[in-house]
């Protein structure tokens, strides 16, 4: 049954304050009603469908949303609109909570470098996901490769370089409400960096140490690190 809110039939309220934008409107009742159309986004919203394509093009682009067509009978097909894995994670969910409590357990019952075995290990089976996919690929390749890599994991990311310089930023970590409570989780991502561009990484900024974004440094030399 779909969640009822004043006017629109839809629930309108993502913030307590009720100051939300249109963007947050369509990815919530994306959450709440599993999938819709163009024309119930726009009613959720109290905006013209116009302006709804303009942002579900804006949200398919960042990988938070996606679409699959619908064929009729008679006409012409229609396009169904739901979150995608990213999309979902935008939203708090209970398993944070489980997380953390599991991660405490360990700590309390586990000698400190056990647990750091534990994390290395999940770095570890991240890395092995990926291994026969990046190793052949020049350099830049490499880079689009870690880049799109990282945004399916739920960061945002961009990137710059001067020469053969590159700097990478993070603008939103999907680690943070566990990282906050639990640091050892924060090189996840940094060694996932290592592995796939093969080339020393330096961190000079962390959202975990009060800093806007993550930020990352390296250079387009290819060391084959072990």
Known sequence: M???GKGTGIVTSIHPDGNQSTRDLILYTLKITNQAKVDDLAE???VSPVTVRHHLNALKA?????????????GRPYYIYSLSETGHELFPRKYVRFTNRLLEELKDNLPPDTV????????????AEHKGKFEHLPFDERLTYLTNT??????VVEWAHDKDQYTLVEYGCPYYSVGDQHIE???????????ILQTPVEQ?????H????CQFTFSSQIDEIE
């Not at 750091?116 to 999940?122: A, K, L, N, P, Y």
């Not at 989780?185 to 960096?193: A, R």
């Not at 009060?210 to 974004?213: A, E, F, L, N, V």
Request: charged residues 35%.
């Open 62 to 74: 960042d990988r938070l949303i996606k679409m699959e067509s619908v064929r009729r009978k008679v």
């Open 204 to 208: 000079t900024k962390c959202i975990l």
């Open 150 to 155: 990282l945004r399916e994991e739920g960061f």
């Open 44 to 46: 959720a919203a109290n």
């Open 185 to 195: 989780i924060c090189g996840l991502d940094k060694d996932l960096m290592i592995s």
């Open 2 to 4: 779909m969640a009822q």
């Open 210 to 213: 009060g800093d806007k974004t």
């Open 116 to 127: 750091t075995t534990v994390f290395d290990g999940i770095a570890r089976k991240i890395i």
